[in-house]
């Protein structure tokens, strides 16, 4: 009996919480699609369409806003922090992971610490290198101010990763004939795929949303990418182009959603080992 | 085939000494256990051997040639880990072709190499399996075949079997020392397990804190034993170490008689004994007892282990002392201070 009245309980506990996860991703769907005219009317429900829907604000977002160039300018400051975090992260993990005795946990643990600082404090110091640099106002400013919080988290994350591969493996490679380097290219870092991947799309996402360094340190608006251009291209003075602005967020959102969807369980063992290892 | 030898061959880490200046040499195509307690510094010699760790101090080896500083990949020496350590992103055939790819053998003979040590281990059928699919004793074929493809000079063994189950555990003992006698390969091998080592190897090696006790054949490590470690540590009930006029007499449970039955022979103990509790184990007895009257006085009487090699029930019972002998010539008698043995040898030395 108790348990004939636990399982509708359950699923409306999880059609509950899917609505409220998902609720505002619709709200911002239909929105794209309204006219400005049912937007704004009191009264207009909000989830159906009392007009018929456009492509227009689409369209404006694409053709008559600098969005394109902002997408392709997080596209490319995406595409190189990820690289750049990869090529430093997947290395720097690997060896605090073989480090035996405490170092190799306490500098993982450290590593760690360092992300904890919130850029917020770390903005003034870094846009006066960023100026000394001659690297303010271009995307390179933010291809090279970003690792420095992807690289800890990732080098974290990863470590967990590297420790469950048993030293054994990179041993049983080295007696096999490789190099060092070989024995981690054709034995270890297979393993670790999943973690590279959790990596790549974590230093994405982050590239796409980090606001603070990217509204401080470009101004211009050719160099802005999506989280500080969408804002100040769609918002003037306190003119909101709500229609506009949910297409510029939701496209970005999507596929990001999809691949975090994807990586989940990897994103999660992540975690998991990496925070077992650190204990 | 080679003759692995070691110098004075030391390893610590910070103050804690694991390898405490060893000096040993195979024989060329043996099977050479070595055996001891865990944290006896077995472990961290095969890996000195193996060239994944760096020696402190002292030489190493391989027909006359160093091999300190030598990388492992050009050692030719093969390993068998205690997890076998199989390569989990590849299938079993990758995994057995891996040394021979790494080494760049052309793939015609790569097959050759491959069919035939999947003959002789028949895994045949196994090759295209992922290692994560294979049980243990399926896994541990995998790994000896991963070390023999490519005939290395060197077999190490890392207690390959200690993660079998104890039903197969025997049956894969048998088929290892057959798999040497094929190959001829030297090799050691370290277990902290003496059944593994008694059953298996040609000689042992007897390593404690780091230093080696013995090396002898097993019946020479059996009935000679050189010190009262591995007269302790050998056997299963072990020698039974007891004191007599400032000496230490080591005995065999199966050597006790009862003094009716004693054969005329010249006697090195007379003692009695008041059994505790006796114990059926199929085709022999323990009995295990105090001693009350025959050895030096001591605080608390010692304790002994004796073996009555019959399944039919004993005549003794537990409660009662018995007058128990053992001869001259089952004794082995030790030094109290230095643990050395002092009477003379009983197998003659191979």
Not at chain 1, 146 to 165: N, Q, Y
Not at chain 2, 157 to 168: K, M, R, V
Request: charged share 20%; proline share 6%.
């Amino acid at each position: 009996m108790r348990t004939a009245a636990r399982k509708p309980l359950f699923y409306a506990a999880i059609v509950l919480l899917v609505l409220f996860t998902t609720l505002p991703v619709l709200y911002a769907v239909i929105t794209i699609f309204k006219r400005e005219s049912e937007l704004y009317r009191f009264g207009s429900n909000p989830f159906l369409y009392e007009t018929s829907p456009t492509l227009d604000h689409l369209i404006y977002l694409f053709t008559d806003t600098a969005f394109p160039t902002f997408a392709m300018n997080s596209l490319i400051i995406g595409l190189l922090v990820v690289a750049i975090t990869v090529a430093l992260a997947v290395p720097a993990a690997y060896a605090l992971a073989r480090l035996t005795g405490h170092w190799g946990e306490r500098s993982g643990m450290a590593i760690f610490l360092v992300y904890l600082i919130p850029p917020t404090l770390l903005f003034i110091p870094l846009f006066r290198i960023v100026v000394a640099l001659g690297l303010a106002n271009t995307i390179w400013s933010l291809v090279l101010v970003l690792p420095t919080i992807t690289i800890p988290f990732c080098t974290w994350l990863l470590l967990g990763f590297f420790r469950s591969v048993p030293p054994q493996l990179d041993e049983a490679a080295l007696l096999d004939g490789c190099t060092r380097l070989q024995a981690f290219w054709k034995v270890v870092l297979p393993q670790a795929l999943p973690g590279i991947g959790a990596c790549i799309v974590f230093a994405f996402s982050l590239s796409l949303s980090n606001y603070i360094y990217a509204v401080t340190f470009v101004s211009e608006s050719a160099a802005r990418n999506i989280s500080a251009g969408v804002p100040t291209e769609l918002i003037r003075g306190d003119v909101y182009f709500w229609p506009s602005l949910m297409a510029a967020t939701t496209v970005v959102a999507i596929p990001l959603g999809i691949a975090y969807g994807l990586l989940f369980d990897y994103l999660v063992r992540g975690f998991q080992s990496a925070g077992a290892g650190g204990e | 085939m080679a003759i692995l030898t070691t110098r004075a061959l030391k390893k610590h880490y910070g103050r804690i000494i694991a390898v405490d200046g060893v000096d040993m040499e195979t024989r060329d195509g043996e099977l050479l256990a070595v055996l001891g307690p865990s944290g006896s510094g077995k472990t961290t010699l095969m890996r000195m051997v193996a060239g994944l760790e760096e020696p402190s101090a002292g030489e190493l080896f391989i027909d006359g040639r160093s091999i300190v500083g030598v990388p492992p990949r050009s050692r030719n020496i093969a390993m068998v880990f205690q997890n076998y350590a199989l390569y989990p992103n590849m299938t079993v055939r990758d995994n057995i072709l891996f040394p021979l790819r790494a080494r760049k053998m052309p793939p015609d003979e790569q097959r050759r190499q491959l069919d035939w040590v999947a003959g002789i281990l028949e895994i045949t059928d196994l090759l295209d399996r992922r290692p994560t699919r294979l049980s243990g004793g399926q896994s541990q074929r995998v790994a000896l075949a991963r070390a023999m493809v490519r005939t290395p000079d060197l077999f190490l063994f890392d207690e390959p079997l200690s993660s079998l189950d104890a039903q197969i555990r025997s049956q894969a003992r048998g088929e290892l020392r057959e798999l040497h006698d094929r190959t001829g390969i030297t090799t050691l091998y370290v277990t902290h397990d003496q059944t593994e080592a008694l059953g298996l190897a040609d000689r042992i090696m007897v390593m404690e804190k780091g230093t080696v006790h013995q090396i002898g054949t097993p019946q020479q490590l059996y009935y000679d034993p050189a010190d009262t470690f591995v007269a302790g540590f050998i056997g299963d009930p072990p020698m039974n170490l007891l004191p007599l006029d400032g000496r230490i007499i080591g005995v065999r449970p199966e050597h006790f008689h009862l003094a009716a039955e004693a054969p005329n022979d010249e006697i090195a103990l007379a003692l009695d004994i008041e059994v505790e509790h006796l114990e059926f184990l199929g085709a022999e007895w323990l009995i295990y007892g105090v001693v009350r009257r025959g050895v030096t006085e001591q605080r608390r009487p010692p304790r002994v282990i004796g073996r009555l090699r019959q399944a039919a029930m004993p005549t003794l019972a537990t409660g009662e002392t018995h007058h128990f002998v053992v001869t001259r010539r089952d004794a082995c008698v030790f030094d109290p201070e230095t643990g050395q043995r002092l009477s003379q040898a009983k197998v003659a030395v191979a």
